[in-house]
């Protein structure tokens, strides 16, 4: 069982209450219901996120820059497995291939899979880390988990001044303006107002329901 490899497919991405601007990937193997959760940053959350939600964002992320590179050298991402260092951290193995040579790459879980994402490769882990620290769905199923969806994941700071304010600046706004808002600050790359703004957007149409 410890080298059987079972493939996984990301099935969302849930903010993380206990580590302040953490954020929980939830992987889950395809055959089955046993569930991974890994602790990423802020940072990678929101590439997966734009993957996701199919998000365009005006100048290409890390992991799109990469994912060009590798495309414009021939250099195909074959799979990944995702492993566990001794303390405890996810890592992740990735094997690349250009022409006959091949070679396996050591990487954070969290890039391997934003750019597994954009090169349609095939994510794995092994039985044994699967059933060890796996979790069933049925009793890992957060509310705050956000699969692919109109959803969009909070920011830190966005977050924090939610949390440490009893008004939002935003208060006087309509929806339409807000929008127009959250463009220009897509458009300036200003992600975490962006991020602010959506998640007043979200929190209306919240309480409209």
């Known amino acids: 069982m410890e080298n059987e490899l079972v493939r996984l497919k990301i099935v969302g991405i849930t903010y993380n209450q206990i580590e302040n601007g953490m954020y929980a990937m939830v992987l889950e193997e395809e055959d089955g219901s046993l569930r991974l959760p890994i602790i990423i940053g802020y940072n990678e959350a929101q590439s997966i996120e734009c993957m996701l939600q199919k998000i365009k964002t005006p ?37 690349f ?54 959803q969009s994941i909070p920011a830190r700071k966005a977050i924090e001044r939610v949390k440490n304010s009893d008004s939002s600046p935003y208060e006087g706004e309509s929806i339409e303006s807000l929008k127009r808002m ?27 329901d």
């Open 182 to 208: 959250m463009e220009e600050a897509v458009r300036m790359e200003d992600y975490e107002k962006a991020g602010e703004i959506k998640l007043e957007i979200e929190k209306r149409h919240s309480d409209a």
């Open 59 to 95: 100048r290409p992320l890390t992991h799109e820059f990469t994912s060009e590179i590798l495309g414009a050298f021939d250099i195909v991402m074959e799979s990944i497995v995702i492993k566990q260092l001794e303390n405890g951290i996810f890592t992740a193995d990735v094997r």
């Open 97 to 150: 291939r250009q022409g006959e040579t091949t070679c396996v790459i050591d990487a954070r879980s969290s890039d391997a899979i934003a750019l597994a994402m954009r090169t349609d490769s095939p994510v794995f882990t092994s039985r044994e880390l699967l059933e060890r620290c796996g979790i069933d769905r049925e009793s890992f199923a957060p509310k705050n988990l956000h699969a692919p969806s109109r």
